[in-house]
């Protein structure tokens, strides 16, 4: 089945420690995005990509990094620059065309002490 | 980055009743989508909208995108236990012929709790 697929689903990192997290899809989209969950709270933009090598900054960037080097890859780094990275992240993707919906992964969160 | 007005923050409803939620914004959206999200899960795509006016059903789920753009709402019918979750709306300002790179706006969300 075509889907999105994060990992690990539960991470635990101490602080100082950069982490990657994993976002592999099998749908063949160009676009793919990170977003950011606090409890209470809406998605929040990290950072997104509409084509491979090529990315841009979402709302709330500082602190990490991504790289798009296969269309079906777009794994995120929280650095120890990010101030509070203890979250939900959330890893989506897009087709081409305006009316194709954003699909999201399962998740994955990050515990850092 | 701009953020969608979604209301109610909360509800807590018995089973069988009906709720509604909505989203208002000060700009326009072309796009509108509704997504559900089950504890420690990725959100779930329930109902999308494309053209100003549009209701559309998607079983026991109403949504319907404002004749202004600038709002949308969503409608459940007899609820159920399984209906518990967040919902968040989403606004794309994206038009005709743009790339899949336009960003969502999305929704604070509405915590939905259903008592049996």
């Known amino acids: 089945d075509g889907g999105i697929t994060q990992s690990p689903k539960y991470l635990f990192r101490k602080e100082g420690q950069n982490v990657t997290l994993s976002c592999e899809q099998n749908?063949?989209?160009?676009?793919m995005y990170w977003y950011r969950q606090d409890p209470g709270q809406g998605l929040r933009l990290i950072y997104y990509s509409q084509i491979v090598n090529d990315f841009q900054k979402g709302d709330i960037a500082e602190g990490y990094s991504v790289s798009r080097e296969k269309k079906e890859s777009f794994p995120l780094t929280v650095t120890s620059a990010q101030k509070n990275p203890t979250a939900f992240y959330l890893c989506?993707?897009?087709?081409?065309?305006?009316?194709?919906?954003?699909?999201f992964g399962n998740g994955t969160r990050l515990t850092v002490t | 980055g701009q953020q969608l007005n979604q209301s109610p923050q909360s509800m807590f409803i018995q089973e069988g009743e009906d709720v509604s939620m909505n989203c208002t914004s000060s700009s326009i959206f072309n796009t509108w989508l509704w997504y559900k999200q089950d504890p420690g899960e990725g959100p779930v795509l329930l109902i999308a909208l494309y053209k100003a006016g549009e209701l559309t059903s998607n079983g026991r789920l109403t949504a319907q995108f404002g004749i202004t753009r600038k709002d949308s709402f969503l409608n459940i019918s007899a609820s159920i236990p399984s209906d518990v979750g967040i919902y968040f709306c989403a606004g794309q300002h994206g038009s005709r012929g743009e790339t899949s790179g336009s960003r969502l706006t999305f929704g604070e969300g509405t915590q939905l709790t259903v008592n049996p």
């Open positions: 749908l063949n989209h160009d676009a």
């Open positions: 989506a993707s897009r087709g081409r065309g305006t009316n194709s919906p954003l699909h």
